[in-house]
């Protein structure tokens, strides 16, 4: 049983390599929210056990940091509570401002979780429910519309690749990653696929790999309704740039009629067959 801490980083975190070698310093910001974090994970769950990516991961190395990339939403999926700390939010009427919710792997964050529960800066609940993506909570609707997902998939998500792509896609569509590939790599539990992480290879480069991926998995045709730049594919051009070729979506009603809905999407040495 333990809890698992969603937040912006910030210039002070103390890292893996920090705690290894005891040098982190315990006036700094970092290993305050870090106090903070497993306090109140403790005080209002009673969890014994925390993870925070910060000092959690060995980023020096690439096989560690290959397998967390692809376990991070299973490991905030099996947490017992996921607390995000707000740290541009005093209170409940700011909460819209916070640049929590314009970053790209907090996205998976707020989805994986079964209980979350939402914190200002100075470690206070934004509620007072036991959890805030349940039906009722006077933080969920909120929630749903700064995002723009349904309320209903805030509280009862579940990752696949069968589902609608294209609008699960918009939701990812403004937000914004350090490293120009997270654009892709944040977005594998979303629709339960896993691809190697090669940093380096370019945004538009990982998202193809990504959007292949979701094809091969038996992904819902809507990943073809976007628009915009496609990706560097070798032979198609099926496949869009980044998750923001899929901010003008076109309705497309007949998405719902069985037969489409089951068609057969692969892609072949000579482009994409449907």
């Given at each position: 049983?333990?809890?698992?801490?969603?937040?912006?980083?910030?210039?002070?975190?103390?890292?893996?390599?920090?705690?290894?070698?005891?040098?982190?310093?315990?006036?700094?910001?970092?290993?305050?929210?870090?106090?903070?974090?497993?306090t109140t994970a403790r005080q209002y769950y009673g969890v014994s056990f925390c993870w925070a990516d910060t000092c959690c991961i060995d980023k020096t190395s690439s096989a560690e940091l290959d397998e967390s990339?692809?376990?991070?939403?299973?490991?905030?999926?099996?947490?017992?509570?996921?607390?995000?700390?707000?740290?541009?939010?005093?209170?409940?009427?700011d909460i819209d401002a916070d640049e929590w919710f314009t970053r790209g792997w907090t996205l998976q964050e707020l989805l994986a979780p079964s209980i979350i529960r939402f914190f200002d800066a100075g470690w206070r609940p934004l509620s007072l429910s036991f959890n805030d993506k349940e039906p009722g909570s006077t933080i969920l609707p909120r929630i749903s519309l700064i995002t723009g997902i349904p309320s209903?998939?805030?509280?009862?998500?579940?990752?696949?690749?069968?589902?609608?792509?294209?609008?699960?896609?918009?939701?990812?569509?403004?937000?914004?990653?350090?490293?120009?590939?997270?654009?892709?790599?944040?977005?594998?539990?979303?629709?339960d696929v896993s691809i190697p992480i090669a940093y380096g290879e370019g945004q538009s480069r990982a998202f193809c790999r990504l959007v292949?991926?979701?094809?091969?998995?038996?992904?819902?045709?809507?990943?073809?309704?976007?628009?915009?730049?496609?990706?560097?594919?070798?032979?198609?051009?099926?496949?869009?740039?980044?998750?923001?070729?899929?901010?003008?979506?076109?309705?497309?009603?007949?998405?719902?009629?069985?037969f489409i809905f089951d068609v057969e999407m692969a892609m072949t040495n000579r482009g994409l067959r449907l």
């Open positions: 049983k333990y809890a698992t801490l969603s937040h912006r980083w910030s210039d002070e975190e103390l890292l893996f390599q920090d705690f290894q070698n005891d040098i982190f310093i315990k006036s700094c910001l970092g290993w305050k929210k870090l106090l903070n974090f497993c990339i692809r376990s991070m939403f299973r490991w905030y999926r099996n947490s017992a509570v996921c607390i995000v700390h707000l740290a541009a939010t005093s209170t409940f009427t209903d998939q805030v509280h009862g998500f579940h990752p696949s690749s069968r589902m609608r792509v294209d609008n699960r896609m918009a939701w990812a569509a403004g937000r914004a990653v350090t490293r120009d590939e997270d654009a892709a790599y944040s977005l594998m539990g979303i629709f292949e991926s979701i094809i091969s998995a038996g992904g819902h045709i809507s990943a073809l309704n976007w628009s915009g730049r496609c990706a560097r594919h070798p032979v198609s051009s099926a496949i869009p740039a980044s998750p923001k070729s899929y901010c003008d979506q076109v309705a497309l009603p007949y998405l719902y009629n069985r």
